[in-house]
């Protein structure tokens, strides 16, 4: 009996390669690249996991795959670029899932922002041009002044990582983001919305049969404005109890607006003076160390409720007793410029400082770091825990700063294309 991921988050694999064991079923993994994911799988019993190589980009590919798949019962896709992919995918082979039209739904920020604004969850709607020619961006700006209003935040539909994120406060911002927009690849289409102020959270959930479990909140502390890169997470933000109670009632109406009725959600919430407002609505568990994070404090290994669900029966965890466990903390590890990454210095000083922080390595030295405004630019994560996520955030945030990430300059290209001496 096989359950197949397709593809994975960054870190997280090992856990679920011990749930799929732990329900008796074999994983089965189907990626472009196995060196992705060479951390998890290096600290993996030998042959724990069947690691099959296909182009996950072409659907017809990973459907031979997936018919070569014995007994298969479930597959998960648990990140954003192959969330539709999955959905299409799981319907072709009669497995449970979600209805495709949702997961399709969250993969369009606008659409969502819009549905909210309709149910009353949110105060404020996206807005987006409706020409496609060469006055839409003209278009964009009018609607987005007219209806939005200053502050407002820029950005792409499909986008993920905090890429393609733009905060206007002002009409000359608004005319640089929309000249950079003009020449980005956008995954979806540029749109508008309020910007909402106040810190950033995101909502760790697990929804079954319409019914919504908060399993804890993250911190999402950011860099200054007007970029939004992520920096540094904690988890579980200890909220007052009547405070986390109304938090999990809202993401229920929040989740069930969008017909979301079953699996992980990760939902990244700006907390205002006004209340709760969403940012986005992630089909999936969290990434970076936030499934990581999930499995200590909470004391069980939730990736099994990601193979139970992929199943297509109740998870475990929706209604268990959790023991619980130490808080966490993790700091993304950004170099202070850009260039071909080489390493990092000062992790043999995390043995003797508290909270057993570690390094989890996202960058292979030779790596190019190109982009440092979003989460493409961290080459790894600083993780530690404490008795609180406040304690575990002065730890975490102690140990990275002992740590160093290395780059050195891009090669400068020689002669005829050739790369200069030394390059």
Same mark, same amino acid.
């Given at each position: 009996?096989?359950?197949?991921?397709?593809?994975?988050?960054?870190?997280?694999?090992?856990?679920?390669?011990?749930?799929?064991?732990?329900?008796?079923?074999?994983?089965?993994?189907?990626?472009?690249?196995?060196?992705?994911?060479?951390?998890?799988?290096?600290?993996?019993?030998?042959?724990?996991?069947?690691?099959?190589?296909?182009?996950?980009?072409?659907?017809?590919?990973?459907?031979?795959?997936?018919?070569?798949?014995?007994?298969?019962?479930?597959?998960?896709?648990? &990140?954003? %670029?192959?969330?539709? *992919?999955?959905?299409?995918?799981?319907?072709?082979?009669?497995?449970?899932?979600?209805?495709?039209?949702?997961?399709?739904?969250?993969?369009? @920020?606008?659409?969502?922002?819009?549905?909210?604004?309709?149910?009353?969850? %949110?105060?404020?709607?996206?807005?987006?041009?409706?020409?496609?020619?060469?006055?839409?961006?003209?278009?964009?700006?009018?609607?987005?002044? @007219?209806?939005?209003?200053?502050?407002?935040?820029? @950005? $792409? %539909?499909?986008?993920?990582?905090?890429?393609?994120?733009?905060?206007?406060?002002?009409?000359?911002?608004?005319?640089?983001?929309?000249?950079?927009?003009?020449?980005?690849?956008?995954?979806?289409?540029?749109?508008?919305?309020?910007?909402?102020?106040?810190?950033?959270?995101?909502?760790?959930?697990?929804?079954?049969?319409?019914?919504?479990?908060?399993?804890?909140?993250?911190?999402?502390?950011?860099?200054?404005?007007?970029?939004?890169?992520?920096?540094?997470?904690?988890?579980?933000?200890? /909220?007052?109890?009547?405070?986390?109670?109304?938090?999990?009632?809202?993401?229920?109406?929040?989740?069930?607006?969008?017909?979301?009725?079953?699996?992980?959600?990760?939902?990244? /919430? *700006?907390?205002?003076?006004?209340?709760?407002?969403?940012?986005?609505?992630?089909?999936?568990?969290?990434?970076?160390?936030?499934?990581?994070?999930?499995?200590?404090?909470?004391?069980?290994?939730?990736?099994?409720?990601?193979?139970?669900?992929?199943?297509?029966?109740?998870?475990?965890?929706?209604?268990?007793?959790?023991?619980?466990?130490?808080?966490?903390? /993790?700091?993304?590890?950004?170099?202070?410029?850009?260039?071909?990454? &080489?390493?990092?210095?000062?992790?043999?000083?995390?043995?003797?400082?508290?909270?057993?922080?570690?390094?989890?390595?996202? @960058?292979?030295?030779?790596?190019?770091?190109?982009?440092? $405004?979003?989460?493409?630019?961290?080459?790894?994560?600083?993780?530690?825990?404490?008795?609180?996520?406040?304690?575990?955030?002065?730890?975490?945030?102690?140990?990275?700063?002992?740590?160093?990430?290395?780059?050195?300059?891009?090669?400068?290209?020689?002669?005829?294309?050739?790369?200069?001496?030394?390059?």
């Amino acid at each position: 009996m096989s359950v197949v991921c397709l593809e994975s988050l960054t870190f997280g694999l090992g856990h679920l390669v011990r749930a799929a064991d732990a329900l008796g079923e074999r994983l089965v993994l189907l990626t472009r690249d196995p060196a992705y994911y060479a951390y998890e799988l290096d600290r993996s019993p030998a042959g724990a996991v069947d690691v099959v190589e296909t182009d996950t980009f072409d659907v017809e590919r990973v459907a031979d795959a997936l018919h070569r798949v014995p007994d298969l019962r479930g597959l998960i896709s648990s &990140t954003d %670029t192959w969330t539709l *992919v999955g959905a299409d995918l799981t319907a072709r082979f009669g497995l449970p899932g979600l209805d495709a039209a949702v997961l399709r739904l969250t993969r369009d @920020k606008a659409a969502v922002r819009n549905r909210l604004h309709d149910a009353g969850l %949110t105060r404020g709607r996206a807005v987006e041009p409706t020409d496609t020619g060469t006055e839409a961006g003209t278009g964009l700006r009018e609607l987005l002044l @007219k209806e939005v209003g200053l502050p407002a935040i820029l @950005k $792409d %539909t499909a986008g993920t990582g905090s890429q393609n994120v733009w905060l206007v406060r002002d009409e000359t911002e608004l005319d640089t983001a929309l000249a950079e927009a003009a020449g980005r690849d956008l995954k979806g289409r540029l749109f508008a919305e309020p910007y909402f102020s106040g810190p950033v959270y995101s909502a760790e959930t697990l929804t079954w049969a319409g019914g919504t479990r908060l399993l804890g909140v993250s911190s999402r502390l950011m860099s200054p404005e007007p970029h939004f890169r992520e920096e540094i997470t904690a988890f579980p933000v200890a /909220f007052p109890e009547a405070r986390r109670a109304s938090l999990e009632r809202w993401l229920g109406q929040v989740l069930a607006a969008i017909g979301y009725t079953d699996r992980f959600a990760h939902v990244e /919430f *700006v907390l205002t003076a006004d209340g709760p407002e969403v940012v986005e609505i992630n089909p999936r568990i969290g990434g970076a160390l936030v499934g990581e994070g999930l499995c200590r404090a909470l004391g069980v290994n939730v990736y099994e409720a990601m193979i139970e669900a992929a199943l297509g029966r109740r998870p475990g965890l929706m209604d268990a007793d959790l023991p619980g466990g130490p808080a966490v903390a /993790f700091v993304l590890g950004y170099p202070a410029a850009p260039g071909v990454f &080489t390493g990092v210095a000062g992790l043999d000083r995390l043995a003797d400082m508290p909270g057993s922080p570690a390094w989890y390595p996202v @960058k292979q030295p030779g790596d190019r770091i190109e982009h440092l $405004d979003d989460s493409r630019g961290y080459a790894g994560i600083v993780y530690a825990e404490a008795e609180t996520a406040e304690l575990a955030t002065h730890r975490a945030v102690a140990a990275a700063n002992a740590v160093r990430v290395r780059t050195e300059p891009f090669p400068v290209p020689g002669p005829a294309g050739r790369e200069a001496s030394g390059g």
